[in-house]
């Protein structure tokens, strides 16, 4: 077995997963699209190796698949990015839910025991 | 619900952050009340797991507000801030719950709120020489943010990272929608001196905490350090609207 069939078999797998989890609904359509896209180029390239040769020629890099880690790292980086943005929004808004919920419950218990 | 007579002017509201402080809440609160028996008392118990709550309650002189969370000093502060605005409260203090800062000081930092000459005053230990002595880490933590503050808006606080602090109504608006979190004090100096907030400190005698110890270690202290210079810097060339 060579590495590209291997690599194809990975991106179908990854494919699978991907479609199988917003199936399911454990995975929110704005991210689903992300992964998607991901692993259709992913198996874009695999199934098609020429590919990569004149994009990585053009940009001067000489050992093509370095343009693959290099796409994917950039990938990673860009992900982990929009992640951190979406966990400070989710934690700023926890917040102020936990102060509302205090809040609303000092007002019941004072509502409780003026009646 | 606490009956309100002549001696302030204005609906005044002490803040009390409070995380597991049993031992020192019950006399705080009852130094408030002796010190000023119209101001109102909010104890804001940020997950406590110890009887903070039900200690606060017993007292019988302040509203206690249960955070379902731990929050931090930020989150907390907040709540409190958030509960001043919605019951129209024109002054708010901030006191901590460990018996270190003295309410008799409380006429002090509130008397330029009252006569309208600041916004926001600062109780400070270091304004004038008192016998408040501090752990040298400390001391070189306030010095750096004195420095720092000197450096970023061209003025003076001797003392920036004090929590004994009285707020007008203006700013009781804008900490009840923004306030920062961690290790607020610094960065609320910062931002307000940004939104051309008049803030000045008055000298104040502190003691040493009663009970409990400092949250604070030397290792989180430098994080803390690098964390909030960061927050503040940000909070320097950002506009908070």
């Not at chain 2, 952050?17 to 408030?32: L, Q, W, Y």
Request: with cysteine; hydrophobic share 50%; glycine share 4%.
């Amino acid at each position: 077995m060579n590495v590209y069939v291997l690599a194809i078999i990975f991106c179908l797998v990854f494919i699978f997963i991907a479609v199988e989890l917003i199936r399911r609904q454990k995975l929110q359509e704005q991210y689903a699209i992300l992964w998607l896209i991901l692993g259709f180029v992913m198996a874009l390239l695999s199934l098609f190796p020429g590919l990569l040769d004149p994009i990585s020629h053009s940009l001067h890099i000489y050992y093509a698949p370095s343009l693959l880690f290099l796409l994917g790292l950039l990938f990673s980086l860009a992900f982990i990015m929009h992640l951190t943005l979406v966990i400070s929004k989710l934690h700023r808004k926890l917040t102020r839910l936990i102060q509302e919920v205090a809040l609303l419950q000092e007002q019941l218990r004072g509502k409780e025991s003026n009646s | 619900m606490i009956k309100r007579e002549s001696f302030l002017s204005m609906k005044t509201l002490a803040i009390i952050p409070a995380f597991n402080e049993e031992k020192s809440i019950a006399s705080v609160i009852h130094a408030i009340k002796r010190a000023q028996p119209d101001m109102d008392i909010l104890i804001i118990n940020d997950g406590s797991k110890d009887r903070t709550s039900e200690v606060a309650r017993a007292t019988k002189h302040a509203v206690v507000i249960d955070l379902p969370v731990n929050l931090g000093i930020g989150g907390a502060m907040q709540t409190g801030y958030l509960y001043a605005a919605r019951h129209n409260f024109e002054i708010a203090v901030q006191i901590d719950a460990d018996g270190q800062h003295d309410p008799e000081a409380l006429t002090q930092l509130i008397a330029p709120l009252l006569s309208g000459q600041l916004d926001c005053c600062i109780g400070s230990r270091f304004l004038m020489k008192t016998s408040y002595r501090s752990a040298w880490n400390r001391r070189v933590g306030i010095l750096f943010f004195t420095w720092m503050i000197q450096w970023m808006i061209g003025k003076t606080f001797t003392d920036p990272t004090s929590g004994f602090r009285a707020v007008n109504r203006p700013i009781i608006e804008l900490f009840a929608n923004y306030y920062p979190e961690d290790y607020p004090e610094v960065e609320a100096v910062v931002l307000l001196e940004r939104q051309k907030f008049r803030v000045k400190e008055v000298s104040v005698l502190m003691h040493a905490r009663k009970a409990g110890r400092s949250s604070i270690t030397p290792l989180k202290s430098l994080y803390y350090m690098v964390k909030v210079s960061l927050a503040v810097f940000i909070t320097r060339i950002r506009n908070v609207s």
